[in-house]
């Protein structure tokens, strides 16, 4: 046969394939119009459904098979979250989902279990969520024993190491300091808080002093009340034999004591009133908008009926809004939104966009005219067949796997829903009608009863807000510790000294000079190549930094597109970028570099004989071939640890923790080539590590001490109007 003829054989298969008509040269017809192809009735839909098993312990196995890989997934799910837990600690549940697992058990630390699993290309995770807490497994079949052992004791016997918990409440608190530089977060967490309430365990959020009152014993105390295997739900999925897999499952927990009953607790919604509230943030040229009042709940007989509104008219590229909105009249940017559905609990009506900033007025009377127009041009049939073709024809990509059932199945189990509810869900959105929809449009979607959420720079506004109504300000700053803690703060040391810390302390500071020496410093000039680690091949930058102790900085950078100018101190931070524009730091990235000055080897060494600063010897550790003893130390509002060679008193690692471009890692950096100059004796060479990997080495190729710092250098210049387009 040849190519020619074989393509066209080819051709009339895919054509009866796809068309359900033949092309052969003795039927040979006309192709019918794409509107006259027949389209078939969806398959019935009957998943594969897991084997559920209730010990006599209360606790409710869910077994799901699954042989197309040697995979076995698991996930134990336990009644109570952050909804219950008590307002002066908010926060707790999360730091124990953290803590859980880093912690490690009784007889092995986080780190043995991280070594022991990564060997294994396995994990077990825990985690938090509103209204319960988790652990998690993946392994391969051939290390299901191995790995489910450790899932076991995880789930029964945590440790919640100190270490750890610290580390958590690092990690928080880094988090609460980031939480106002993104105006779209902003704009979700305050929409929350105007549809349920300030302080209600669906919106509230942690603060500082609220992850400071957390104890090591909460966590203890929330493991004892909350993980009981009556309060437990497990499921697994993989390659497994179910009767083989239930009878090591009763093995393992069948013996398990039954405990108190999780007590979930009631929570009223206090919505704010309606009107318009504004969030100013000067450093955006877009508006977040956000309208929310109280939707419902999933067990509503009314809840097919919004799920196919919100798909016609906010639910996607061909929604009502997004066609309007942002294709017809070019107001945002994304919009969207419809009924929100929870559970256990009523949802919010949401509806969002952003736009920018000289729209803000206009796209906020753009979707109230969206809104007005459900009672003056409801939906109509087509868009809601459209809207339904849409729910139904994607229904099965949600439920396609083994796991993907097992996980809804979990849902229903968890919530109380009949077990059945997968299955009803096709046909209660095949009965939805028109009438349905213009129904709960109305009842749900009401215009009037709306609080109505601006995050934007109101200088760039079109009108004023107030120009809708009256205006309430949102403050979100972040509150800081009380003011009795941080002048306490300013007169203890973080921690106390011991006198081997002490000792090591003063040897650091006689081998880099002399305390009195180190003393006379209060500022130097550096000249540094820095060279960072990147996929494509590394890139080396000069700069040149001034820096005044304990917190200020001021830093030129040479790019390939000119001087890059970086100036941080408690007051301010700020990028100077070549042509002459002037950007503030996120105030947590200002906050952090400032740390990141104050814990400058010189500043910190300075300070070994002061009481505000603590030096505690915790041990030895290995660093290249030495034996370093670690020295932990505090200051006020900074903290770090040297690896100190006890023999020459010189620090070989430091290690800390800082905030990136993707949030808070673990720092190291490997300090060596020490050379002398002016009586001060400093390493050259400082490498530098991220979560464990290379990040950068920085060569120090000229220092000044005690240089003519101009005061100037630290003044925030008036930046250069930008060119005309």
């Not at 009249?329 to 939104?337: I, N, P």
């Not at 609990?345 to 803000?360: A, N, P, R, Y």
């Not at 213009?438 to 601006?454: E, P, S």
Request: one cysteine or more; charged letters at 25%; a negative charge.
């Amino acid at each position: 046969m040849s190519r020619h003829t074989l393509r066209r054989s080819l051709i009339r298969f895919l054509a009866a394939v796809v068309f359900g008509f033949a092309t052969s040269h003795s039927d040979a017809q006309v192709a019918p119009s794409w509107k006259d192809v027949r389209i078939p009735a969806l398959h019935a839909f009957k998943p594969q459904q897991p084997k559920r098993i209730e010990l006599p312990n209360g606790m409710v196995l869910m077994l799901q098979e699954d042989h197309e890989l040697p995979i076995i997934d698991g996930f134990a799910r336990i009644r109570g979250g952050s909804r219950e837990e008590p307002a002066e600690k908010i926060g707790l549940v999360d730091i124990f989902g953290d803590a859980w697992r880093t912690g490690g058990t009784k007889t092995k630390t986080g780190d043995e279990l991280d070594d022991f699993l990564e060997a294994r290309a396995a994990k077990v995770e825990t985690g938090a969520m509103l209204d319960s807490t988790n652990v998690s497994f993946s392994c391969l079949k051939a290390d299901f024993e191995d790995v489910f052992a450790i899932f076991n004791d995880v789930l029964k016997n945590p440790e919640f190491r100190q270490e750890k918990i610290d580390l958590a409440k690092d990690n928080n608190g880094a988090e609460i300091a980031r939480r106002n530089d993104n105006a779209s977060g902003i704009a979700g967490r305050e929409a929350n808080k105007l549809g349920y309430g300030e302080q209600n365990p669906y919106a509230r959020v942690a603060e500082f002093a609220t992850i400071a009152a957390i104890k090591r014993q909460d966590l203890i105390d929330w493991h004892n009340t909350h993980v009981h295997p009556n309060n437990i739900l497990l499921g697994i999925v993989g390659d497994f034999d179910s009767t083989a897999l239930e009878a090591k499952l009763r093995a393992a927990f069948e013996s398990w004591p039954k405990g108190p009953a999780a007590v979930s607790s009631k929570v009223d919604p206090q919505p704010a009133k309606p009107g318009y509230y504004l969030v100013e943030k000067k450093d955006v040229n877009q508006s977040n908008i956000n309208m929310v009042e109280l939707g419902t709940k999933r067990s509503n007989p009314d809840y097919y009926a919004i799920t196919v509104f919100n798909e016609a008219f906010g639910g996607g590229f061909s929604s009502r809004l997004f066609s309007n909105i942002r294709s017809k009249k070019g107001l945002a940017y994304g919009v969207g939104g419809g009924v929100g559905a929870s559970f256990d609990h009523d949802g919010l009506v949401h509806l969002s966009m952003g736009t920018k900033s000289s729209t803000t007025v206009e796209a906020i009377q753009a979707l109230y005219e969206e809104v007005d127009a459900l009672k003056t041009n409801p939906l109509s049939a087509d868009e809601i067949r459209r809207a339904k073709d849409s729910i139904l024809n994607s229904f099965i990509f949600n439920f396609d796997s083994p796991a993907k059932v097992l996980r809804e199945r979990m849902a229903y189990e968890f919530y109380g829903y009949p077990s059945d509810y997968l299955e009803r869900y096709r046909t209660g959105i095949e009965k939805v009608t028109p009438a349905d929809v213009a129904r709960a449009a109305t009842k749900y979607v009401r215009k009037d009863q709306f609080a109505v959420l601006v995050v934007g720079n109101t200088a760039e506004f079109d009108k004023p807000l107030a120009s809708m109504g009256a205006v309430t300000n949102v403050d979100i700053t972040i509150p800081g510790a009380p003011a009795d803690a941080q002048s306490e703060e300013q007169e203890k040391p973080a921690a106390t000294s011991n006198p081997e810390g002490k000792a090591l302390a003063a040897k650091v500071a006689e081998a880099m000079g002399g305390l009195d020496k180190l003393k006379s410093i209060h500022a130097m000039k550096m000249t540094i190549s820095l060279t960072e680690k990147a996929p494509q091949g590394d890139v080396k930058t000069p700069l040149e930094s001034t820096l005044v102790c304990p917190d200020t900085m001021h830093a030129e950078v040479q790019t390939p597109g000119g001087k890059l100018t970086i100036v941080v101190s408690p007051d301010a931070g700020f990028v100077v970028t070549p042509d002459g524009q002037v950007h503030d730091f996120p105030s947590a990235q200002k906050t952090d570099t400032v740390l990141q000055v104050k814990r400058d080897l010189v500043c910190m060494a300075q300070h070994a004989d002061d009481p505000a600063y603590s030096f505690t010897a915790a041990g030895t550790e290995k660093v290249g071939s030495l034996d370093a003893r670690i020295v932990d130390v505090a200051g006020p509002g900074v903290t770090i640890r040297w690896y100190v060679d006890p023999a020459s008193g010189r620090i070989l690692r430091e290690t800390y923790q800082a905030m990136g471009q993707s949030g808070p890692f673990e720092g190291a950096t490997n300090l060596s080539n020490w050379k002398t100059d002016n009586g001060i004796t400093l390493p050259t060479t400082h490498a530098n590590q991220q979560n464990g990997k290379d990040s950068s080495v920085a060569e120090f190729t000229a220092v000044k001490f005690n240089p003519t710092v101009d005061p100037k250098l630290f003044q925030k210049p008036v930046a250069e109007p930008k060119p005309a387009q």
